[in-house]
């Protein structure tokens, strides 16, 4: 395989939901007294995570940047980047930090339009450092501060980052062999429509919430007419208690990439 093998963990209500609402943050969910049923049930979530490391040892903990900005948030102001964009439409692969002896897991965010701009390193997990996925579309005050910052990115795509070539240089650049995405529905289903997912874990949750516009699973543009389900083989169920449910699927066959990420 050129790329690393792709495996998704999410927890969801019954119906296929990953949040309480649009547009909202793993802060506000986290923080939200509607989320108790989940928030009371640690134990679930990270014996499941701790399972799928020790069966598949991820390089890579995937998010969206949704996950740490909300939609239509206020981006902190940047300096105006006055040279050459090409300099900056290079991968970006810091060797002190590539080569940090200590270094075991990237925490790694999909953020083409530049919003992530806290220069959060993710040092507070051990062993861990923070890597962004963009693309040459993103806003090139952005790609400075990410190089001033010394925080290291992954360029592909033209206007959007294109997930399955990122994932190739994961592969070869930093001889990443798996890759955990624990994103919402929107980089999920951006996965999924490019052929991308090898296997999927949901904790299922016995709850509803419902909703139109709230985010489920898999957010991604409808089927086409020449455009199959992904089928899938399922691999283990179990029953937790108070209700919960973790499900594992592989998938069987790879659908045809054609989808890009923000």
Known sequence: MKRPYVTILVSASLDGRVALGPHRTQWEEMEDPRNALFSESPEIWAEVEERLIQTHQPQVHLQGSGSFVKAGQDLSPLPAYEGEIAALQEDFLPQEVVDDPEHTTWLTVVDGRGRMRS????????????????????????????????????????????????????????????????????????????????????????????????????????????EWPTPLELVTAQVWPKGFLWVRYKVKKDIKPGANAD
């Not at 450092?129 to 925080?151: C, N, Q, T, W």
């Open 119 to 226: 220069g959060y390193k993710g040092r507070d997990t051990p062993g861990c450092h923070m890597l962004h996925l963009v693309s040459k579309g993103s806003p090139a005050d952005y790609l400075a501060f990410l190089r001033r910052e010394k925080i290291p990115y992954l360029i592909a795509g033209e206007k959007r980052v294109d997930l399955q070539r990122v994932l190739e240089k994961m592969k070869t650049k930093l001889e990443v062999d798996c890759v955990m995405s624990m994103a919402g529905g929107k980089l999920n289903g951006a996965l999924l429509r490019a052929g991308l997912v090898d296997e999927i874990n949901i904790i299922y949750r016995p709850e509803l919430i419902g909703g139109m516009d709230t985010p489920a699973l898999f957010d991604s543009p409808d089927l086409t007419a020449d």
